[in-house]
């Protein structure tokens, strides 16, 4: 029973909860349409997909196979179910039964607000912005990484940014190794001990700046860069071993004196 | 970005495949000349993807370097389109030893219609007026994921791999967030090279000669979400019977579906509208949608027919994108064997269409070896 749990929370997750719960009614009702639509439609979109409804509600498999091999990403067997195509297949095909076109066309408006009502739209301002650059990255990650790039150190330096942009400075330039990034919260591979106390460390609103640069200097990091809005960091470092770079807005690179 | 790398990536991704395509739809016998264009642009980014696959996993494995891979799948793409040249002249050679001298004003011009009547002539306005919009909605979904930005924080592996191979020229070798040596046989990237998608996509940033985060965030995205809807097209052409006004109406239904689909970030209208330049959703956006395409298509014929060939095309185009197209391919293909089989009782077709999934088997093999 707890697998089948498992299973139903991937689906949940997929879907989206509540939110999603609509679309699936919508999708419901389309194949349910298509059962009775003739044998065309319940060979090509009905019997593949309740197949697949089978093969994922599976507890079974589910437990052999689900939970060994795609732990975590289970939910992705449902982009076998075609959602999407399947509801408009039932909404284009009840659409086509009004002959007359400004039926039609009342018909197509009112489909497309039923979608638009029970869905949520993909467009807004926490997923699209206005493009920083051509990259298409924070204008942040590129100005740090190529300001540590211009010191001419080495082909390639070490360094240890501000949580916000260890995402980012690496799809811009490659000659910026950084100490963790992405992998701090388990992303790829593990990180040492050391990387782990930096970041822990870089999370917090007054780091101990005498930990964090003895770290780096073990771990080789020429640059330390830090959010000054975010973090309160002394101006002077050079106790520490570490020199004032540059400025960049709120940013604050310091450069790690036997490299300056 | 210049005018040089536009045209480049309009060659690589509309000219080049088209042309590739055109030995399939010969192969495939599509005959319907708007049916014709679409699956030979889709069915060429598949070979495309496909030749990528079987290029680049010995070439990985093999520590080559990207300059090695780009010229590899250079020659093979050349390979390809020789292979459609002769296509072409057998095809047109044929019809002008049969007599037919008009054949390549035709192939330009195209069949002349005959005059409509008044009925028949507002029915097509209204068809016009149904493709356009279609056309509309499904150019602006591609507009505005390369005007504006969506930032997705697993780039910080891919693009950040990609960019690592164009500047080094090697081919996942580096860590890509450390840049400390890292062959791929090693945790979580081990399963990279079943999948070299970052790869594929770095040789295509040296062929075009542009940065990996201008061409995954920008360009690239344009031209895979047209794809995408290329085959959601071919899709309604088949379940419509070929009828345009029905395909363009499922479509604009379509496209309100994926806009309004943002009820997680799993969903299909999120992987095709956020992130399709990720392996992942080339997998949910274009492979998924092109096998449900073929598997029609063979549903339908009660003989074996020539579309279980493509599968065969599809298997090594589904593994290069990403682990779960190597998972998720033998899966659809066994259930839709099934299907067939049940409609048809032909257990020949059956195992033709099953065998179609061993190279993809012989990936996830490796895959699952290298997860376990």
């Given at each position: 029973m707890a697998d089948f749990y498992a299973v139903w929370d991937n689906f949940k997750n997929f879907i989206g909860g509540r939110d999603g719960v609509l679309h699936v009614l919508l999708f419901g009702l389309a194949l349910l349409s298509c059962l009775f639509m003739g044998k065309k439609q319940r060979r090509l979109l009905v019997y593949p997909t309740i197949f697949v409804f089978v093969f994922f509600f599976n507890p079974l498999f589910y437990r052999y196979i689900g939970n060994k091999f795609?732990?975590?990403?289970?939910?992705?067997?449902?982009?076998?179910?075609p959602f999407t195509f399947v509801t408009a297949y039932g909404l284009a095909s009840l659409v086509c039964h009004f002959r007359r076109q400004v039926v039609r066309v009342a018909a197509i408006l009112a489909a497309a607000a039923c979608v638009i009502v029970t869905g949520k739209c993909i467009y807004n301002e926490r997923t699209f912005t206005e493009a920083d650059n051509l990259y298409k990255l924070p204008q942040a990650a590129i100005d740090v990484g190529d300001a540590m790039a211009a010191a001419g150190i080495d082909w390639k330096v070490r360094a240890v940014v501000p949580n916000e942009l260890f995402c980012y400075v690496r799809q811009y330039r490659c000659d910026v190794g950084l100490l963790y990034g992405r992998n701090a919260g388990g992303f790829i591979s593990d990180i040492s001990d050391e990387a782990k106390a930096v970041y822990h460390e870089m999370c917090?609103?007054?780091?101990?700046i005498g930990l964090l640069t003895d770290l780096c200097r073990q771990q080789e990091v020429v640059f330390i860069c830090f959010n000054t809005d975010m973090q309160q960091i002394p101006e002077d470092l050079s106790a520490y071993g570490y020199l004032p770079y540059r400025t960049i807005g709120e940013y604050s690179i310091y450069i790690w004196e036997e490299k300056a | 970005m210049t005018c040089k790398t536009v045209l480049s990536m309009c060659v690589l991704f509309l000219a080049v495949p088209t042309w590739f395509g055109i030995f399939w739809i010969t192969f495939l016998q599509i005959r319907q000349r708007a049916k014709a264009v679409l699956a030979a642009w889709v069915l060429g980014v598949t070979e495309m993807l496909a030749l990528g696959q079987l290029a680049l996993v010995p070439l990985v494995a093999g520590k080559f370097t990207l300059t090695t891979a780009v010229m590899v799948i250079k020659i093979l793409f050349t390979a390809a389109a020789l292979l459609s040249f002769y296509t072409v002249l057998r095809v047109y050679g044929q019809r002008l030893d049969a007599g037919d001298v008009n054949v390549f004003s035709r192939a330009v011009v195209g069949k002349r219609k005959s005059v409509t009547s008044g009925e028949n002539g507002a029915k097509k306005i209204w068809s016009i007026l149904f493709i356009s919009l279609a056309a509309v909605l499904i150019l602006l979904q591609a507009w505005i994921l390369a005007r504006y930005q969506h930032i997705d924080d697993d780039d910080a592996r891919f693009v950040a791999e990609e960019v690592s191979a164009v500047v080094h020229d090697t081919m996942l070798v580096d860590d890509p967030i450390e840049d400390t040596f890292m062959y791929w046989?090693?945790?979580?990237?081990?399963k990279d090279l079943a999948s070299p998608w970052t790869m594929f996509v770095a040789a295509c940033c040296r062929i075009v000669d542009v940065a990996p985060a201008i061409f995954s965030h920008t360009l690239f995205p344009f031209f895979m979400i047209l794809i995408c809807y290329g085959v959601y097209a071919l899709i309604g052409q088949v379940l419509f019977a070929g009828d345009w006004e029905k395909t363009a109406l499922f479509l604009i239904f379509l496209s309100v579906l994926h806009i309004w689909?943002?009820?997680?970030?799993?969903?299909l209208g999120s992987m095709l509208l956020l992130r399709i330049w990720q392996g992942k959703a080339v997998v949910a956006s274009f492979i998924i949608p092109l096998l449900f395409f073929l598997f029609f298509q063979i549903l339908q014929q009660r003989k074996t027919g020539r579309y279980p060939a493509v599968l065969y095309l599809v298997s090594f185009a589904g593994s290069l994108p990403s682990g779960i197209g190597i998972v998720i391919v033998p899966v659809l293909t066994a259930i839709y064997g099934i299907v067939d089989f049940c409609c048809h009782r032909n257990w020949k077709k059956t195992l033709l269409i099953w065998c179609s999934a061993a190279p993809c088997g012989l990936y996830l093999v490796y895959y699952l070896m290298g997860l376990a």
């Open positions: 795609l732990s975590g990403v289970y939910w992705r067997l449902l982009w076998m179910v917090r609103e007054t780091p101990d | 046989d090693v945790g979580e990237t081990r689909d943002y009820t997680s970030t799993h969903t």
